[in-house]
């Protein structure tokens, strides 16, 4: 399997590879189909994840080393939990020691009249007791600690670096497939995190001290017993292999249940209009079943793994029973030695079951680490600089070059060829042009969303990918017809703008964009919790406050794309008048198909195929009877 | 923080806490034959792991002691058996336990998953999405967890409690007594810790909910924290959920942990109590050192299935607050559902004839109702483009048409039917829609098409876009095969807008409802779009929410839409000429020249073309 659709998993299905000119077109009414081919061939993953073994390999490396490297800040609390346990243990072991003492001890002198024996190992016992106590408790408590930070430490890198990923990444991965790293994944780790430890340990410990007295008790029936380990190292082997490519894949079909849940929960509203209900239903039923399958898969090889070491234990029992009775019978051995080999035999075994249930939650727990470690490991398409250059001294001026910019979302398909643009501080330069002509790919250029393939893209003389990313923010807010409110209140979603404006600068912003009447007129104005993306706000009045937003941020350079398309004209004229006023002193980009837009510009740039075709004034390209006198000619004809 | 979730609030008070889990169990009944298996094959199991020792001993006292090496194969080889039987059960058991706890726990996710989806819009807006994941996810895997494993295994240690017990009473009854006498601060121990739990627990899903709404809102505005680099602050935000988590888990721990000590500590005290009794009645002769050895060394088979108990407790409690978060969304009923008597409508039989009368609405929870009272007829065929002010309420009065919000008071009829009294499925299919936000999911081309329709041809779907200018389609690398992203993130707003139109228009709905269908396109698509769309509309009745005039060109007439009412309706120069509110909302000239604009001055007349 390459690619795409490598991890749906369902009944068999085409396997997609780059299409030929040969190749018959993919019937697009396949029901089977609904996923469609991803533009991009690593678009359910990231790019460490791969299929092939030294890909698969690696990844698992980078897993274990990001594993140590998130117990390492706990290594002494977790040494401390170990020794709590080893106490335990200890205490543990001798209340069944102080029982046979007092049997044998006490129970004579009691007899004679003598009650302090026994006063003493009751005394003893009760010790043991509160020592187990004690120990238990606090290695329970800090073993919960140590795994809650770790598990805290990992959503937090795992977090910062979705933050940190270019848009294009998260345009390919999809939110969904996000939501599942940072929750589904977390958990099956924090179920490891949760317990086991101990039976890691307590297991380990008794395993090597019976085998060493097993050794010790009779040389020839331990070697019997040991020969049971290459069969258990055999399973255990085949059990590793097999379960982690199993977990794996429940990762992989547990996201495609989220981001289906996500979507179209996000969506319902197109669900339901357009009925939907039934096709999503069946499609949620693949993809769920694809879980339950995968699921099934690593529960069934747990299944197997468990008894299959049951059955070497209890083989080696038969054995050991047969062998070292005949060995008593030839008199080589003594029959205390076989009772008491037999009684450890089973101390031997036992614990192995709790190793191998372990050893299940932790192939799924890295199977979940791998896909965060293969996240963590994603080298951000668009970086911050190493070293910083600062922009010039004091509030940057803003004057924006695009030099020889050439720029594709696929490598095929170039938007921008060596496109050159200059725009000087303060200037407000409008760009226009049929759709697909690459406006938005300049203000997204510019915004630093992608960075070019070729050519460079300047600030103040300094490349955007040179300038820091806090820096670059302050100077520079793009705002886009896509307005997304946070939750939180309206006054929270303006401050977005500028985090430590006081609520009069709030109100101030509101007002000067116009926002501030019917802000004022939500139920409890500014303190409104504006609710999943922004619910109960219409379309105009979530680009008003988003609009709000960026007046507060106050950049020296504003970049507009389609930023008013669903206001009203009025509405739409004061916004206008607003920006009169602040894009004054500042250097502005606006996109719009909308002419209306343009009459706050000093400059129309027009675009078509990723060229700039016509540069000028306004009123001299209107003048001068090109496309964008053409285009303006339509625009005036279509107002009645 | 987004805090608010009402539905959150949902009180369990009154009901026991197993409530919710136990209204569950008929996603264990098809199970149940298979569960009765597993608990045989589970207590048969621990038997015949409890007789490989016995055959052991007896290896040891009878055949080697005897010399009899007959005997000793014999035995060896029931011993060989046993321990081949123990581990088959084993493997039955885990077997069968693994398959029946992921079909349950598929089948609840289904039908949590459909009753989701007949939730109305309103219920979405409400709950945070992630909360609604969680269930359907982590919440999943805690019941199946302890409907599968938990379940048994206190079911197995009760048994082997008691069984236990009874033998202890048997063998000296004064001690014996003594022994189930512990039971009863095991139980107070385990009750006082169910209760702690519950709410601790509760409280982790609920924050594990919290978590996965920041994270998907994170996703949905990422464009928005890279565009002002509010990474730090989402960072701050996520990391006080995340604390919030940590340190829930670690008071669970705290929890668990006491629990468990203290669960611990009872049996062994009991045993020192035992101890001290049974070596004073020793010496007294009442018990012989046999017994009392015996004794002890049954009793010490009951801390194995004491030391359990807290997790299995633990795992109890979890399984039940999910089961109430899933019984949440399960009991909330669907307030938008067919009628009784509901009809449904065939499209050749609908002429189109759409009137509101005396529609008013409120949202869920509103103070002010958004529509008051508001009366409008579109007769069919014809057009009608609504306009009003940002915020006046146009899309929610075009929400109410294919029924996604309940009018308040009222009533919507088409042809004369109470829209209500059409079969919701009937109603949708004859009314299309497009979004002011066109909503395309990760799939492909085809699948965003024909979301409700997966019948639609390929000449049906080949006109839908032919009409909305939507051909680029074709042009994508895999055709209409081609995944488009969330949301389409790869298309432009023009491109995404020209697809939900086609979507709409596909299967030539009776009634379309559009929201500003053409706001992202340019001019010269507009235009285009504009004229196949006009053919569309001349045969169908149509309300197109528009905001400017080369939209509302579309409509035969206008209504405008003020403070919750149609105050206006009439031909476009009409209104404009006699109506001023609508002049100023759609007028190409402005009340008043706004100053600092610093381009057209030189134009003659220019400032006044380049307003719409």
């Known amino acids: ?640 | 923080m987004p805090a608010e979730c009402e539905g959150d609030s949902i009180p369990a008070t009154g009901r026991h806490p197993l409530h919710n889990l136990w209204r569950l169990r008929h996603y264990l009944r098809p199970y149940a034959t298979e569960f009765a298996w597993l608990l045989v094959a589970g207590l048969a199991a621990t038997a015949a792991g409890i007789a490989v020792p016995l055959v052991a001993q007896r290896v040891v006292d009878g055949p080697v002691a005897r010399q009899d090496p007959g005997g000793l194969v014999r035995l060896a080889g029931l011993a060989l058996l046993l321990g081949l039987a123990e581990a088959l059960l084993i493997f039955i058991r885990r077997w069968v336990q693994s398959s029946s706890s992921v079909g349950m726990e598929a089948a609840i996710r289904a039908d949590v998953y459909a009753h989701l989806q007949r939730l109305p819009p309103s219920f979405h807006d409400r709950w945070q999405s992630g909360q609604l994941l969680s269930r359907i996810t982590t919440d999943l895997s805690v019941i199946r967890r302890f409907l599968s494993f938990g379940l048994f295994f206190l079911i197995l240690n009760l048994v082997t409690y008691v069984v236990v017990v009874v033998l202890l009473i048997r063998l000296h009854a004064v001690l014996g007594l003594l022994v189930a006498a512990s039971a009863v601060p095991l139980f107070r121990i385990a009750r006082r810790f169910a209760q702690a739990y519950h709410t601790a627990s509760r409280r982790m899903q609920d924050q594990q909910g919290d978590v996965a709404t920041l994270v998907e809102e994170t996703a949905q505005g990422l464009r928005t924290m890279k565009a002002y680099g509010r990474g730090p602050e989402l960072a701050a935000r996520f990391a006080e959920g995340a604390r919030a988590l940590h340190d829930t888990g670690v008071g669970k721990g705290r929890l668990l942990a006491a629990t468990s000590a203290r669960l611990d500590l009872v049996p062994n005290l009991t045993l020192g109590v035992v101890l001290v009794a049974g070596a004073a009645a020793t010496a007294n002769g009442v018990l012989t050192i046999g017994e009392l050895v015996a004794f002890v060394s049954l009793q010490l088979m009951l801390v194995w299935p004491v030391q359990g108990l807290g997790w299995i407790i633990a795992g109890g409690q979890e399984a039940a607050t999910a089961a109430d978060r899933v019984r949440e969304v399960l009991d909330t009923p669907p307030a938008i559902v067919d009628r009784p008597h509901a009809v449904a409508l065939a499209r050749a039989d609908v002429r189109g004839r759409l009137v509101f009368e005396g529609v008013s609405f409120r949202y869920p929870g509103a103070q002010a109702p958004v529509l008051q009272a508001l009366d409008l007829t579109v007769e069919p065929g014809e057009t009608v483009a609504l306009v009003g002010a940002t915020g006046s309420g146009k899309s929610t009065l075009l929400s109410l048409v294919p029924r996604l919000h309940e009018v308040s008071e009222g009533r919507i009829t088409l042809d004369g039917h109470d829209l209500r009294d059409l079969r919701l499925a009937s109603l949708r299919r004859l009314v299309g829609v497009a979004f002011e936000e066109p909503t395309l999911f990760s799939m492909s081309v085809w699948e965003n098409l024909t979301l409700g329709r997966p019948d639609a041809g390929e000449e049906e779907v080949r006109a839908a876009l032919a009409l909305a200018q939507a051909d680029f389609a074709y042009d994508l690398p895999w055709g209409l095969t081609t995944r488009v992203g969330e949301q389409g993130l790869s298309l432009s707003g023009g491109q995404r807008q020209r697809l939900a139109l086609a979507r709409a228009v596909l299967g030539r709905p009776a009634v379309l409802v559009l929201d500003d269908p053409l706001s992202a396109l340019d001019v010269h698509t507009e235009a285009m779009v504009e004229a196949s769309l006009r053919r569309v509309l001349r045969t169908t009745t149509a309300l197109v929410v528009a905001h400017r005039p080369s939209t509302i060109a579309l409509a035969d007439r206008v209504a405008l839409l003020e403070a919750g009412r149609i105050t206006a309706v009439g031909r476009h120069s009409t209104l404009l000429a006699t109506v001023p509110a609508y002049r100023a909302l759609l007028s190409a000239e402005p009340p008043a020249r706004p100053p600092g604009t610093t381009a057209g001055d030189s134009a003659p007349g220019g400032r006044g073309l380049v307003r719409s």
């Open chain 1, 1 to 640: 399997m390459t690619g795409a659709d490598g991890d749906t998993g369902a009944p068999p299905r085409p396997v997609p590879s780059p299409r030929r000119p040969s190749d018959p077109p993919p019937r697009p009414s396949d029901p089977d189909s609904w996923r469609g081919i991803a533009t991009d061939p690593d678009a359910d993953r990231s790019r460490a994840e791969d299929s092939d073994p030294t890909a698969v390999a690696r990844l698992r490396a980078r897993s274990r080393v990001l594993l140590r490297n998130l117990l390492r800040p706990h290594r002494w609390r977790l040494a401390a939990a170990v020794a709590l346990l080893l106490s335990q243990n200890a205490a543990g072991m001798a209340g069944p020691y102080l029982v046979m003492l007092g049997i044998d001890r006490a129970i004579a002198p009691l007899r004679a009249g003598n009650p302090g024996p026994l006063v003493g190992i009751a005394a003893a016992f009760a010790v043991a007791a509160a020592v187990e106590y004690a120990a238990r408790r606090g290695f329970l408590v800090l073993s919960a600690r140590i795994g809650q930070a770790v598990l805290l430490d990992l959503r937090q890198r795992v977090y910062g670096k979705f933050l940190r990923l270019s848009v294009a990444f998260h345009e390919r991965y999809t939110s969904g497939r996000m939501v599942s790293r940072l929750t589904s994944d977390l958990d099956s780790i924090g179920e490891l995190a949760g317990g086991g430890i101990d039976s890691l340990v307590l297991a380990a410990l008794s395993i090597l001290s019976v085998a060493v007295i097993l050794l010790w008790l009779d040389p020839p029936l331990a070697a019997v017993t040991l020969l049971a380990f290459p069969l258990l190292y055999w399973l255990s082997r085949w059990f590793a292999r097999a379960s982690a490519a199993a977990y794996r894949r429940t990762r992989e079909t547990i996201a495609l249940v989220i981001v289906h849940v996500v979507e179209s929960m996000r969506g319902i509203r197109a669900v339901q209009a357009f009925r939907r209900e039934p096709r999503n239903q069946r499609i949620f039923a693949a993809v769920s079943d694809d879980y339950r399958r995968a699921s099934l898969r690593a529960f069934r090889l747990i299944a197997t793994y468990s008894p299959g070491i049951k059955v070497i234990g209890n083989v080696t029992v038969a054995v050991v029973l047969c062998y070292g009775g005949w060995r008593v019978l030839d008199g080589h051995t003594e029959i205390g030695v076989l009772a008491a080999f037999l009684l450890y035999l089973r101390r031997f075994f036992e614990p192995m079951q709790e190793l191998s249930q372990f050893y299940n939650s932790l192939q799924s727990a890295t199977a979940a680490l791998e896909k965060l470690a293969g996240v963590l490991d994603e080298r951000p398409a668009v970086p911050e600089p190493a070293r910083p250059v600062p922009l010039p001294a004091g509030r940057a001026p803003g004057a924006v070059t695009f030099r020889s910019v050439t720029f594709g979302y696929r490598p095929d398909a170039p938007i921008l060829t060596g496109l050159d643009l200059d725009i000087p501080a303060g200037q407000t330069v409008a760009l226009i042009g049929p759709t697909g002509a690459g406006k938005s790919t300049i203000a997204k250029l510019l915004a630093r969303f992608h960075d070019p393939v070729a050519g460079e893209v300047l600030l103040d003389g300094v490349d955007v990918r040179d300038v820091a990313d806090a820096e670059l923010r302050r100077a520079l807010v793009l705002v886009t017809q896509e307005t997304h409110l946070f939750g939180g209140t309206v006054a929270e979603n303006i401050r977005f703008g500028r985090p430590d404006a006081d609520d009069a600068a709030v109100q101030a912003a509101a007002r000067a964009i116009g926002a501030h009447d019917f802000i004022a007129a939500l139920p409890e104005g500014y303190a409104t919790q504006v609710q999943r993306r922004g619910g109960r706000l219409s379309a105009g009045q979530r680009q008003l406050v988003a609009f709000a937003r960026a007046f507060l941020a106050d950049p020296a350079v504003l970049i507009l794309d389609e930023a008013t398309s669903s206001l009203d004209v009025p509405t739409e004229r004061a916004v206008q008048h607003a920006l009169g006023t602040i894009l004054r002193d500042r250097t502005a980009l606006v996109i719009a198909h909308r002419l209306s837009t343009v009459e706050i510009a000093d400059r129309v740039v027009v675009l078509e195929a990723g060229r700039i075709v016509e540069d000028g004034p306004p009123a001299e390209l209107v003048a001068a009877d090109g496309r964008y006198a053409a285009l303006h000619r339509q625009w005036r004809d279509s107002l009645v």
